[in-house]
Nanobody, 125 residues
Framework: QVQLVESGGGLVQAGGSLRLSCAASGRTFSTYAMGWFRQAPGKEREGISCISSRDGDTYYADSVKGRFTMSSDNAKNTVYLQMNRLKPEDTAVYYC??????????????????WGQGTQVTVSS
């Protein structure tokens, strides 16, 4: 089992930026696919970005494309989600997750094996 710990959430005004981090345990971090998800109150968990270790591809949901950037630092066993031009509708609990197959897509919660505890992001208007 992979232990994941998210950090970096908080309260920000619309148009602002935040950077989320997700630190993972395990010696085989570089072989995992990593994904970022979010869940707003009353809504289903939504996949927003992921990186496949198999081919290095990065995927973004349309709702965040052009505003969010996902990156990975294998030396630190950490993935990041840089979130720019935040909107009130980005308010949610953000989770990182790992897919041990190394393929991140399709970005569906049921495909992912281990999850972090989540970090709250609140964007005020």
């Amino acid at each position: 089992q992979v232990q994941l710990v998210e950090s970096g959430g908080g309260l920000v005004q619309a148009g602002g930026s935040l950077r989320l981090s997700c630190a993972a345990s395990g010696r085989t971090f570089s072989t995992y696919a990593m994904g970022w998800f979010r869940q707003a109150p009353g809504k289903e968990r939504e996949g927003i970005s992921c990186i496949s270790s198999r081919d290095g591809d990065t995927y973004y949901a349309d709702s965040v494309k052009g505003r969010f950037t996902m990156s990975s630092d294998n030396a630190k066993n950490t993935v990041y989600l840089q979130m720019n031009r935040l909107k009130p509708e980005d308010t949610a609990v953000y989770y990182c997750a790992v897919d041990i197959t190394g393929w991140c897509f399709p970005l569906l919660p049921k495909r992912y094996d281990d999850w972090g505890q989540g970090t709250q992001v609140t964007v005020s208007s």
